[in-house]
């Protein structure tokens, strides 16, 4: 393991925390994953690039990685405060599909957008349906202390557990707003353990229970996943900020109910020794929504020309607790930036690995351990790279061993990339070579005259079209797609 102590902010005490695993040598790290009713968009993906430079760094650590994502299939709402239709059921219905078809295609979709994003795979893709029957064992053993059932179907009381809404900062009134309101509830904030099909309704997911037939709750999934495929209590629980307000404040209060725990004073109680959540993706319009405007999925990105590992970069360059704002000129810069690593690295491609512990390279490896180790500080990672690279006048291997070893926590993939690579021709871009050789004659005719402005302007229009322009290219090319 690297020499500095790895500190990570607990989301539950609101402090930096010295990372000490519950078991030795050990990290086991859940993330709350994706519902498969729709694509998901560019701050979603945010989420996931954070818990896989999360883990990434623990791997890089020394440590035993387990990493488990779920994927919700079920139960989840279409308000995150418990209200509303299933967000599956409701799809399905609207597309005239089955559930189980929109649920394969929008979990492969999701995949892609992984893979894309060089995010690794996790130990385990936990399907929520794959875990029924452990939600039912679950709901069973704490539904005489800490539940009842009404008409709807089987609620937690959160006032059965101590400490309830401590992760959002909150008492349990200030989020009556946004919790459904259901008759015979004892608190506004109890929410559903166990949803019973309404009479002379049929769900395409239902399933019989002590309670009735119907299907799981959302927040039951991931209490029952986690600590079924993690062992309560385990290390770290990740997820947006979103989360932090109701759906982990309710997971947290089933965690202490089957485990049996008593307050948050002492955060394994929770279930998790740490609470871990990235902050929103926003647009100049406000936070980013799949009803607003043009849909900023993975997809469209790489439709407008920039390559999905722009993205990375863009989430790189900010604290993963700081709001990252979205824009396309950020991303056109992020994707500069990474052209320019990725073309500093060209030379040190082919040649053989040294020893990445050279003095010559101390100061930045220090620099980039210092940075990961303070709550995961990528943008200052970022620069330490870029410093290692600049480095002169020492052996190429060796200063190829260094990059590799950053970017197993930065995972920009630097060495399986090439400048080509990240030349995405926009899909809206149609131009004939004839075309271009027209405009690259006019530039030719304006740079001879010294016209700059003009032949800047005719640069960016072949660029809008996906030409890249080389100007001085030893062997003559003057374009490339």
Request: aromatic fraction near 8%; glycine fraction near 8%.
């Given at each position: 393991?690297?020499?500095?102590?790895?500190?990570?902010?607990?989301?539950?005490?609101?402090?930096?925390?010295?990372?000490?695993?519950?078991?030795?040598?050990?990290?086991?790290?859940?993330?709350?994953?994706?519902?498969?009713?729709?694509?998901?968009?560019?701050?979603?993906?945010?989420?996931?690039?954070?818990?896989?430079?999360?883990?990434?760094?623990?791997?890089?650590?020394?440590?035993?990685?387990?990493?488990?994502?779920?994927?919700?299939?079920?139960g989840h709402l279409t308000d995150d405060a418990d209200a509303g239709e299933d967000k599956m059921e409701k799809m399905a219905a609207?597309?005239?599909?089955?559930?189980?078809?929109?649920?394969?295609?929008?979990?492969?979709?999701?995949?892609?957008?992984?893979?894309?994003?060089?995010?690794?795979?996790?130990?385990?893709?936990?399907?929520?349906?794959?875990?029924?029957?452990?939600?039912?064992?679950?709901?069973?053993?704490?539904?005489?202390?800490?539940?009842?059932?009404?008409?709807?179907?089987?609620?937690?009381?959160?006032?059965?557990?101590?400490?309830?809404?401590?992760?959002?900062?909150?008492?349990?009134?200030?989020?009556?707003?946004?919790?459904?309101?259901?008759?015979?509830?004892?608190?506004?904030?109890?929410?559903?353990?166990?949803?019973?099909?309404?009479?002379?309704?049929?769900?395409?997911?239902?399933?019989?229970?002590?309670?009735?037939?119907?299907?799981?709750?959302?927040?039951?999934?991931?209490?029952?996943?986690?600590?079924?495929?993690?062992?309560?209590?385990?290390?770290?629980?990740?997820?947006?900020?979103?989360?932090?307000?109701?759906?982990?404040?309710?997971?947290?209060?089933?965690?202490?109910?089957?485990?049996?725990?008593?307050?948050?004073?002492?955060?394994?109680?929770?279930?998790?020794?740490?609470?871990?959540?990235?902050?929103?993706?926003?647009?100049?319009?406000?936070?980013?929504?799949?009803?607003?405007?043009?849909?900023?999925?993975?997809?469209?990105?790489?439709?407008?020309?920039?390559?999905?590992?722009?993205?990375?970069?863009?989430?790189?360059?900010?604290?993963?607790?700081?709001?990252?704002?979205?824009?396309?000129?950020?991303?056109?810069?992020?994707?500069?930036?990474?052209?320019?690593?990725?073309?500093?690295?060209?030379?040190?491609?082919?040649?053989?690995?040294?020893?990445?512990?050279?003095?010559?390279?101390?100061?930045?490896?220090?620099?980039?351990?210092?940075?990961?180790?303070?709550?995961?500080?990528?943008?200052?990672?970022?620069?330490?790279?870029?410093?290692?690279?600049?480095?002169?006048?020492?052996?190429?291997?060796?200063?190829?061993?260094?990059?590799?070893?950053?970017?197993?926590?930065?995972?920009?993939?630097?060495?399986?990339?090439?400048?080509?690579?990240?030349?995405?021709?926009?899909?809206?871009?149609?131009?004939?070579?004839?075309?271009?050789?027209?405009?690259?004659?006019?530039?030719?005719?304006?740079?001879?005259?010294?016209?700059?402005?003009?032949?800047?302007?005719?640069?960016?229009?072949?660029?809008?079209?996906?030409?890249?322009?080389?100007?001085?290219?030893?062997?003559?090319?003057?374009?490339?797609?």
């Amino acid at each position: 393991m690297t020499a500095t102590p790895l500190k990570l902010f607990n989301s539950l005490t609101r402090e930096l925390e010295t990372f000490t695993p519950v078991h030795p040598g050990e990290a086991r790290v859940y993330t709350c994953g994706p519902t498969v009713y729709n694509y998901p968009h560019i701050g979603n993906m945010r989420a996931y690039v954070f818990a896989d430079v999360l883990g990434r760094t623990l791997s890089w650590k020394g440590y035993k990685l387990t990493h488990i994502i779920n994927i919700t299939d079920v139960g989840h709402l279409t308000d995150d405060a418990d209200a509303g239709e299933d967000k599956m059921e409701k799809m399905a219905a609207e597309r005239a599909q089955s559930i189980w078809d929109i649920a394969k295609h929008y979990t492969e979709a999701y995949w892609a957008d992984v893979k894309a994003l060089n995010i690794r795979q996790p130990a385990k893709w936990s399907i929520a349906t794959d875990y029924i029957e452990d939600m039912l064992e679950f709901a069973k053993s704490i539904a005489d202390k800490h539940c009842y059932e009404l008409d709807s179907g089987l609620y937690f009381d959160v006032s059965s557990v101590a400490d309830y809404g401590r992760l959002a900062r909150a008492v349990t009134e200030d989020g009556e707003g946004r919790i459904d309101a259901v008759e015979g509830k004892r608190n506004a904030a109890d929410f559903a353990i166990w949803r019973k099909t309404p009479p002379g309704e049929k769900r395409q997911m239902e399933w019989d229970s002590p309670w009735g037939r119907g299907a799981p709750g959302w927040h039951l999934e991931c209490s029952v996943m986690g600590g079924k495929l993690l062992g309560f209590p385990f290390d770290i629980h990740t997820g947006g900020i979103d989360h932090r307000e109701i759906h982990h404040p309710n997971e947290i209060a089933q965690n202490q109910a089957f485990c049996c725990t008593n307050g948050l004073d002492l955060a394994e109680n929770s279930g998790a020794r740490i609470w871990m959540h990235n902050n929103f993706l926003v647009e100049r319009s406000g936070k980013m929504s799949k009803s607003a405007g043009e849909f900023l999925r993975l997809q469209l990105l790489i439709d407008k020309g920039y390559h999905p590992l722009a993205y990375r970069m863009m989430c790189l360059q900010a604290h993963y607790r700081s709001e990252l704002e979205f824009s396309w000129e950020g991303l056109g810069a992020a994707l500069t930036r990474l052209k320019r690593i990725v073309m500093a690295v060209a030379p040190l491609r082919d040649v053989a690995l040294g020893d990445p512990g050279h003095q010559k390279f101390a100061p930045m490896r220090e620099k980039f351990d210092a940075a990961l180790s303070e709550d995961l500080n990528t943008s200052v990672a970022l620069v330490a790279l870029e410093e290692a690279l600049a480095v002169k006048k020492v052996d190429a291997g060796v200063k190829r061993a260094v990059i590799e070893d950053m970017d197993r926590v930065l995972g920009l993939e630097l060495f399986g990339l090439e400048r080509v690579d990240l030349r995405i021709r926009p899909k809206v871009a149609v131009i004939a070579d004839a075309q271009i050789e027209e405009i690259l004659a006019s530039r030719r005719q304006a740079r001879a005259e010294k016209d700059f402005a003009t032949s800047d302007a005719l640069r960016d229009e072949l660029v809008s079209h996906g030409v890249e322009v080389m100007d001085g290219d030893p062997l003559g090319w003057e374009w490339r797609l």
